[in-house]
T-cell receptor, first 116, second 114 residues
Framework: QQQVKQSPQSLIVQKGGISIINCAYE??????FPWYQQFPGKGPALLIA?????SEKKEGRFTISFNKSAKQFSLHIMDSQPGDSATYFC???????????????FGKGTSLLVTP | ETGVTQSPTHLIKTRGQQVTLRCSSQ?????VSWYQQALGQGPQFIFQ???????GRGNFPPRFSGLQFPNYSSELNVNALELDDSALYLC?????????????FGPGTRLLVL
């Protein structure tokens, strides 16, 4: 079953706007939450990641907000650009060893289109 | 580009056949994970190899098997192919188990089963 639920499925934002993608999880053992960006024909590329001991992490135009009590985290893309048009995946994993190794559990993805 | 390479890029097989996909990890990386990405879905974890041993496995049947070689490159083998095996197969490498969370993905092999 899907351990990480992601929304929305698709998103259209005007250039310069803010793109917001949300994810929710159930397994409280998850302790690492990365976001990946995937362009057509390419593999996913790590964008930014957060551990649950902080509530926010910012790298350039990308910010992760993390709400441990609500078991939710989100990606904010500020000043969105047409070059940001891609599919974005949230993921969660257990950094401490588990019997499934160190699997990344991905959401279903959000297709972002930034219009000029 | 991550330095993770996969071959072939595309492959067409028929139901019941067997397939082998290959992955060369990024230099200095000793951990390789394989993922299956169906169309319009997120990647699903198949298994992970660390120093030539399977280190964990997702919810995939035994007809999905793998190998890791002394140079840390890896193979994914799928026997008795089914139509639902059609997907993009992604390989990801990471530097060590301690830093496993930073997984660098290759471009994938797109498999079509007819």
């Amino acid at each position: 079953q899907q351990q990480v639920k992601q929304s929305p499925q698709s998103l259209i934002v005007q250039k310069g706007g803010i793109s917001i993608i949300n994810c929710a999880y159930e397994n409280t053992a998850f302790d690492y939450f990365p976001w990946y960006q995937q362009f057509p024909g390419k593999g996913p590329a790590l964008l930014i990641a957060i551990r649950p001991d902080v509530s926010e992490k910012k790298e350039g135009r990308f910010t992760i907000s993390f709400n441990k009590s609500a078991k939710q985290f989100s990606l904010h893309i500020m000043d969105s650009q047409p070059g940001d048009s891609a599919t974005y995946f949230c993921a969660a994993s257990i950094v401490q060893y588990s019997n499934s190794g160190y699997a990344l559990n991905f959401g279903k993805g959000t297709s972002l289109l930034v219009t000029p | 580009e991550t330095g993770v390479t996969q071959s072939p890029t595309h492959l067409i097989k028929t139901r019941g056949q067997q397939v082998t996909l290959r992955c060369s990890s990024q230099s200095g990386h000793n951990t390789v994970s394989w993922y299956q990405q169906a169309l319009g879905q997120g990647p699903q974890f198949i298994f992970q190899y660390y120093r030539e041993e399977e280190n964990g496995r997702g919810n995939f049947p035994p007809r999905f098997s793998g190998l890791q070689f002394p140079n840390y490159s890896s193979e994914l083998n799928v026997n008795a192919l089914e139509l639902d095996d059609s997907a993009l197969y992604l390989c990801a490498s990471s530097r060590t188990l301690a830093e496993q969370e930073t997984q660098y993905f290759g471009p994938g092999t797109r498999l079509l089963v007819l």
